[in-house]
């Protein structure tokens, strides 16, 4: 099957400036995660969807960050404006059905803020 | 804090050489999963032990569960230098979580 699929891979702004994610889960996975991982930390979860509802938002900073899970497959990260502390690695995952099942990651995509 | 804590933060082992990792958490669980990152990489689901089992195997990975103690450790034997990355365990209770990770290399 195919995997968790997120573009782009690496992306270079400078402050001040905005960006995009992209992530396509893997097909009838209902439950989707964005996670912000800094160099050397675990990855921190930024916002969980089931389906295309929110069940937790409660770490990602919303006066920049935004997340939207249009029809409860594809999903997409904002950051607008960028700061410095936003260069990170944005990982993507999927699990079927909720929680207590495995989660599939994507690559990541590496953000650097300049 | 829901998510479990792993111990010790970095372990150098020789290849060959069994590799111990520990898991500490808070909450009452319904399942613990390990996962490993392998540097620039997404995370790869290992193993996912549900709070009813006490021990469980998946190739040299052995993964073992003491509710009352709300610790976990994983076992991999005979180590090898790909065993080289990050470990990481989870306790998803509503969200899925993480510590900080263990950092394993394995010398050749």
């Known amino acids: 099957e195919a995997g968790v699929a997120q573009s782009p891979r690496y992306k270079i702004i400078e402050k001040r400036q905005s960006v995009a994610f992209w992530c396509n889960p893997i097909?009838?996975?209902?439950?989707l995660y964005w996670y912000q991982q800094i160099l050397g930390q675990g990855p921190k979860l930024l916002i969980q969807?089931?389906?295309?509802?929110?069940?937790?938002d409660s770490q990602l900073p919303k006066d920049r960050f935004s997340a939207e899970r249009l029809k409860g497959v594809d999903s997409t990260l904002k950051i607008q404006p960028a700061k410095l502390e936003d260069s990170a690695v944005y990982l993507c995952?999927?699990?079927?059905?909720?929680?207590?099942?495995?989660?599939?990651f994507g690559q990541g995509t590496r953000l650097t803020v300049v | 804090s829901q998510q479990g804590e792993e111990d010790p933060q970095a372990l150098s082992i020789q290849e060959g050489e069994n590799a111990t990792m520990n898991c500490s958490y808070k909450?009452?669980?319904?399942?613990l999963q390990w996962y490993r990152q392998n540097s620039g990489r997404g995370l790869v689901h290992l193993i996912l032990?549900?709070?009813?089992?006490r021990e469980k195997h998946s190739g040299r990975l052995r993964v073992t569960l003491d509710t009352s103690k709300k610790s976990s450790s994983l076992l991999i034997t005979a180590s090898r230098a790909a065993d080289t990355a990050s470990y990481f365990c989870?306790?998803?209770?509503?969200?899925?979580?993480f510590g900080k990770g263990i950092t394993l290399s394995v010398r050749p």
């Open positions: 995952a999927s699990s079927l059905v909720a929680v207590n099942t495995e989660a599939f």
């Open positions: 097909s009838g996975h209902a439950t």
């Open positions: 969807f089931q389906n295309n509802g929110v069940v937790d």
């Open positions: 909450t009452s669980i319904n399942n």
């Open positions: 032990i549900r709070s009813n089992e």
């Open positions: 989870a306790t998803p209770m509503g969200k899925l979580t």
